[in-house]
């Protein structure tokens, strides 16, 4: 489905679609939301994108394999668990660090580094999944 229409509102439909994914990541604790969600937005923009322009296009745009997006997502979600574990408290429990930067008070938390690494393995996951797929269609 190459028309000149959805090859022309793909890139912006892209954009859009991960930023709004973006959104929904950092919001994920406190509303509904969170990594995995975010991460399927924004595998679904990567798919309608490789939809419209081609998988080497996109491979291109990635720059990274997906595959390793999705390792390095797994690495950072166990990461933020074994944080804790230096704090003497279970695996995966709760930390919080607090930075001032100009004057605003910048809050990190392990669970926002957890969702951050859900977020990168699902983006990775499936859209390993999605482009393998384009490429099989391709192909045909």
């Known amino acids: 489905m190459r028309t000149v229409i ?11 679609m991960v930023v709004f994914s973006v ?3 950092l919001r ?16 679904s923009a990567v798919a309608i994108y490789g939809i419209a322009v081609g998988v080497e296009e996109v ?13 390095f997502g797994v690495f950072i979600a166990a990461f933020a668990g074994l944080l804790s ?7 995966l429990t709760g930390l919080w660090a607090y ?9 990190v938390s392990t669970p926002l580094v957890f969702d951050v690494g859900v977020y ?7 859209s390993a999944i999605a482009l393998a797929l384009e490429e099989d269609e391709e192909g045909k």
């Open 59 to 71: 491979r291109r745009a990635m720059r990274v394999d997906p595959i390793s997006v999705a390792g």
């Open 23 to 25: 959104f929904v990541l």
């Open 28 to 43: 994920g604790h406190n509303e509904p939301g969170g990594g995995f969600i975010g991460g399927l937005i924004a595998a």
């Open 120 to 126: 990168l393995a699902v983006v990775g996951t499936i």
């Open 99 to 107: 930075f001032e930067i100009g004057g605003s008070k910048i809050t």
């Open 85 to 91: 574990l230096g704090q003497s408290v279970p695996y």
């Open 6 to 16: 959805f090859k022309t509102i793909a890139p912006a439909l892209t954009a859009i």
